[in-house]
């Protein structure tokens, strides 16, 4: 399969504890981005990666949260002590960003893993 | 205030009937894509239309982007109870860089 993966699928944890996700993506994709989706709402933008540039991050994106791509390839996205609010699916995706502006005449299209299902307690 | 507006929000109908989703914003994008979400699943790609004005086809669904790259819509004739999920619109506005945008989603469901 050589599609977008995610690991973990779920994750339980206690209110103030660490958790890391990991996403692998499409491997020819320069893109990577990661987006938070609560329950029968849409995706929110996190942040996004173009290579191993993490070059936009969304205000949802509080201190407590850092993501990484250090060789260009994989990403993770840390959540420090984490919240009840936290709680939600984290999505990764990737894309082959042809152009230089994903909104200037791109065609961007982005894949998506299954997602990693987080319940804080 | 969401870029992206979807309605309906929710949708329940019968095996066999014809439905239509829109996906409305007051910005002008390059491409929209249409995505289908299963629950506990990530959103699958159905369609990327880029041209205003395009319509695009995918056996049983219409794609149709507006002339003025501001909304698309959505129509499933015959609709199936496979047909079930949240329907996802998205993309990046033009001159805004890379964030990518969803719209609120319209969560479908067809009763057998």
């Known amino acids: 399969d050589t599609g977008v993966s995610q690991d973990p699928r779920h994750k339980i944890t206690k209110r103030g504890q660490n958790v890391t996700f990991r996403c692998d993506p499409i491997s020819e994709h320069n893109r990577l981005y990661w987006y938070r989706q609560t329950l029968g709402q849409g995706p929110e933008f996190l942040t996004y990666?173009?290579?191993?540039?993490?070059?936009?991050k969304s205000r949802l994106l509080s201190d407590r949260f850092s993501a990484e791509r250090p060789k260009g390839s994989f990403s993770t996205l840390e959540i420090q002590r984490t919240e009840q609010g936290d709680s939600a699916m984290y999505l990764c995706a990737s894309s082959l960003g042809l152009t230089g502006l994903a909104g200037e005449g791109s065609q961007e299209t982005q894949y998506f893993g299954p997602g990693t299902r987080l319940l804080v307690l | 205030t969401q870029l992206l507006e979807q309605s309906p929000q929710f949708l329940s109908i019968q095996e066999g009937e014809n439905l239509t989703v829109y996906c409305n914003s007051s910005?002008?994008?390059?491409?929209l894509q249409w995505y289908r979400q299963e629950p506990g699943e990530g959103p699958v790609l159905l369609v990327t239309v880029v041209t205003g004005g395009e319509v695009k086809k995918l056996k049983r669904l219409t794609f149709q982007f507006g002339d003025a790259r501001k909304d698309s819509s959505l129509h499933i004739t015959a609709a199936q109870p496979g047909d079930t999920g949240l329907y996802l619109c998205a993309g990046a506005p033009q001159n805004t860089g890379n964030q990518f945008y969803f719209g609120t989603g319209t969560s479908l469901t067809v009763i057998p």
């Open positions: 990666f173009q290579n191993e540039a993490q070059l936009e």
């Open positions: 910005s002008v994008f390059s491409s």
